[in-house]
């Protein structure tokens, strides 16, 4: 009530001054000396407690109605904005910044524009059919006719306006006249049947009001990186931080959020998607590490072995060496000295495929006999016996490349590993790639 009397006496381009006690002095332009009761100048209030020389503003009074008639005469209500609207777009990046976190670096806008955007304010007289009671309302509408909640519009300020001459080009006449058309055939009783079940609408005014839409990005750095961010929405809104930030969607990790870290290398993202190797403490994208398949531990992939014998993958500190075929493994594949796969060694025919193809390679090895095989995901543990030795070759699967010998008396346990300058007289010479 107090707002919509002093915007439309502003519309009326009244001179309205506030004279303390809830108090308000009307002054009569020059143009127009004398005020509805004939003087000069009227004092009112909204207030309860009028005194005999105050005007009582109420729906039913005087004063209500004259108002309502100089606001008609006026060719100055078609165009309003809130008293107190964002003006530029310093005014909202504070708030925005604020939203964020930036560990180690800043925000700032990478650019912004202000947008003015209509809404329409519909004001009517609502009386109640039961009580015969008035009220003063507002609907607000959208340009397509659709509804705009009294709560959001009030935030956004459009229930405290002033005349805005500045926009009367904006719009033509004929489209205001037009929504307000479709808008009060919305607001007829039956549409809007809750808020208006009994109650009978008086139109009493329409106003275009015109509010500023911010539309930018947000520019995050940190180190020698940067990302962008689009946000958009009310300016008010975003200046007082009643409408929350956009978070920042790391299109690495796909997660969202307002608190923003960099990787050790230096790639922005989220601070929830970062992660420290358990190892090194080298901080990455926790999508980028891997689990310890021994000790659960995650950490940087190119930690991580796999274990020839089990083929899972591990920790270096998780495998020792096996004390025959000398290949690291998981320590847990390790019995007496011994991995699995030396531990598993079975019979072979020298004519069956894969020892055939090591012979075939070294022909001297021929010469042994009671041959035996293991494989793991890398290599064959062969041994073989002679009359009073015992042989012991680790070859590469694929490239048939000598790992390991060893040696060890017929009866004896201990392998003895044989010095790679003596391969040639042992082993001999490869059939195809020469001298090992
Ligand atoms: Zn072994």
Not at 350 to 361: D, H, I, N, P
Request: aromatic share 8%; hydrophobic share 40%; proline share 5%.
């Amino acid at each position: 009530m107090r707002q919509f009397v002093l915007w439309a006496l502003a519309c009326a381009r009244f001179q309205v001054d506030e004279s303390g006690g809830d108090c308000f002095t009307l002054r009569a332009p020059e143009d127009r000396p004398s005020l509805f009761n004939g003087a000069s100048s009227v004092r009112f209030t909204f207030g309860e407690h009028a005194g005999p020389t105050t005007e009582h503003v109420t729906l039913d009074s005087r004063m209500f109605q004259w108002v309502l008639k100089q606001l008609g005469e006026s060719d100055n209500q078609r165009h309003s904005v809130p008293n107190d609207y964002p003006q530029s777009i310093h005014e909202i990046g504070p708030k925005l910044f604020e939203a964020y976190k930036v560990d180690s670096g800043s925000v700032q806008l990478a650019g912004c524009a202000l947008e003015d955007r209509p809404l329409l304010r519909v004001t009517v007289r609502s009386t109640e059919a039961s009580s015969g009671e008035s009220r003063l309302r507002h609907r607000f509408f959208t340009p397509d006719g659709g509804r705009v909640s009294n709560e959001l519009a009030e935030t956004l300020g459009a229930d405290e306006l002033v005349p805005a001459i500045q926009f009367r080009r904006s719009l033509a006449d004929a489209d205001v006249q037009q929504w307000i058309s479709v808008a009060r055939t919305a607001n007829a009783p039956g549409v809007e049947s809750a808020e208006s079940s009994g109650a009978a609408d008086e139109f009493l005014a329409a106003t275009v009001v015109w509010l500023k839409y911010a539309d930018g990005k947000l520019r995050f750095t940190i180190g020698e990186q940067n990302v962008e961010l689009p946000f958009a929405g009310w300016a008010r809104l975003l200046a007082r931080g009643l409408q929350e930030p956009p978070p920042y969607v790391c299109p690495l990790s796909g997660l969202r959020s307002h608190h923003l870290q960099a990787t050790d290398d230096g790639r922005i993202t989220v601070a929830e998607a970062i992660a420290a190797c358990e190892v090194s403490g080298r901080r990455v994208l926790a999508v980028e590490l891997k689990t310890c398949e021994v000790t659960g531990k995650r950490v940087l992939a190119d930690l991580l072995h796999t274990c020839p014998v089990t083929e899972r993958r591990m920790l270096e500190t998780a495998m020792a060496e096996c004390g025959m075929c000398k290949q690291r493994v998981s320590e847990s594949a390790i019995k007496h000295d011994r991995c699995v796969a030396c531990r598993g060694l079975t019979p072979i025919r020298k004519e069956q495929a894969r020892l055939a193809r090591v012979l075939g390679e070294y022909p001297k090895l021929d010469r042994w006999r009671s041959w035996k095989l293991a494989e793991t995901a890398t290599v064959y543990i062969l041994e073989a016996d002679s009359l009073w030795r015992r042989l012991l070759l680790i070859v590469n699967k694929e490239t048939l490349d000598i790992q390991h010998v060893a040696t060890a008396s017929r009866f004896g346990k201990t392998w003895l590993p044989l010095d790679p300058a003596e391969y040639p007289d042992q082993i001999g010479q490869r059939s195809l790639s020469g001298v090992v």
